[in-house]
């Protein structure tokens, strides 16, 4: 959990640590999954009537590439966080943890990819393209239904 002790004497201070993604309870999405730890560096100021907290959070994230199942990873790091809060509707503690967790979500891909070149696999034969071609395109040629293509039509 991402705790910010709202009552301390200090008017800013920093909070840095390590967390495991456990605690973000992100649900594993279809070729996503959150495996590695979540590193956050904030800075919390008070004013006389606000807490604001600024910084940055990161993590890896595990994917399956949508074209071709290739297993990867890619960091996510959001590095602007900036929330502000009244004090006097704080309690003594503020807990980041859900706020952190819809940063990460924001940002995941819809069709996460190893790379924008990525060929995928071959429709007919599964084999990943980005090894090389497969063949499947000469046998094509020679099929029967190419006979269709010379067909005079009226
Ligand atoms: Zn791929
Ligand atoms: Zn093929």
Redesign the pocket.
């Known amino acids: 959990m991402i705790i910010i002790k709202t009552r301390t004497k200090e008017d800013h201070f920093d909070l840095d640590g390590i967390e495991s993604s456990e605690i973000f309870q992100i649900s594993q999405g279809e070729g996503v999954s959150f495996q590695d730890e979540v590193e956050y560096h904030l800075r919390i100021q008070k004013t006389t009537k606000e807490l604001i907290v600024m910084g940055s959070v990161k993590t890896v994230v595990s994917y399956e590439?949508?074209?071709?199942?290739?297993a990867?990873k890619e960091e996510i790091k959001v590095d602007n966080l900036l929330y502000s809060y009244a004090l006097d509707q704080l309690g003594e503690q503020l807990d980041l943890t859900p706020l952190v967790r819809e940063e990460f979500l924001l940002r995941l891909p819809i069709m996460p990819?190893?790379?924008e070149e990525?060929r995928?696999l071959c429709p007919q034969c599964g084999k990943n393209l980005?090894d090389g071609p497969c063949g499947c395109h000469e046998k094509e040629k020679s099929s029967p239904f190419d006979v269709l293509d010379d067909f005079p039509i009226e």
Request: hydrophobic letters at 30%; proline letters at 0%; glycine letters at 8%.
């Open positions: 590439c949508a074209r071709c199942l290739k990867f990819v190893c790379s990525c995928g980005n």
